[in-house]
């Protein structure tokens, strides 16, 4: 069984929701680990463990990002996590497949499917393999009780419900 080292260098967490139902305000996570046990050529034998830093939020403006943090959305103070585990990943066609797992968000745990993409592996020039996926998913915020909003004098509102997300994870593996 491999040893899976998460390649922090060469990994993003973002996130994107609609803003004024307009355009897309766009974020990342800049603390958050990845761990996966299991057999890379078995993704049925694969358990993967996320945890992601709420303080490490940023969408470069300190004072959303502060607002982000507080008891109107995360509540990061009371709930500095955000976690994924697996429960089940199944193949969803060549190099792809889907894990679906619990996720937790200011202490509400749901399942969810996350849609992921094998992107291979290589060799890098130190002699080290390596292997990337690209992770995606949405979910709606409300869920897991992110219900902050404001209604606009337009109609609509100033926070969509849907949130996607998207990440390129690499790993070195030994």
């Known amino acids: 069984m491999a040893k899976w080292s998460l390649d922090k260098a060469h990994s993003e967490l973002e996130f994107r929701v609609k803003h004024m139902m307009i355009s897309n305000v766009k974020g990342l996570f800049e603390d958050f680990d990845v761990e996966v046990t299991g057999n890379p050529d078995d993704i049925s034998s694969l358990h993967v463990d ?8 940023t969408t470069k ?3 959303r990002d502060q607002h982000l943090r507080s008891e109107d959305f995360f509540h990061g103070e009371k709930h500095p996590k955000i976690t994924f ?5 199944a193949a969803a066609g060549k190099d792809k497949f889907h894990i679906t797992g619990d996720l937790t968000i200011k202490g509400i745990t749901k399942s969810i499917v996350v849609d992921v993409e094998n992107g291979g592996t290589a060799q890098d020039p130190w002699g080290n393999k390596k292997i990337g996926f690209t992770v995606s998913g949405k979910l709606k ?3 897991f009780g992110l219900t902050w909003n404001t209604a606009l004098e337009t ?3 100033m926070v969509s419900s849907e949130v996607k997300f998207e990440g390129d994870i ?3 593996l030994s």
């Not at 945890?51 to 939020?57: F, P, T, Y």
């Open 50 to 57: 996320v945890s992601i830093g709420v303080d490490s939020i």
């Open 61 to 63: 403006n300190e004072q």
């Open 85 to 89: 585990k697996s429960t089940h990943i």
């Open 141 to 143: 915020r409300e869920d």
């Open 155 to 157: 109609g609509g509102v």
């Open 170 to 172: 690499q790993f070195a």
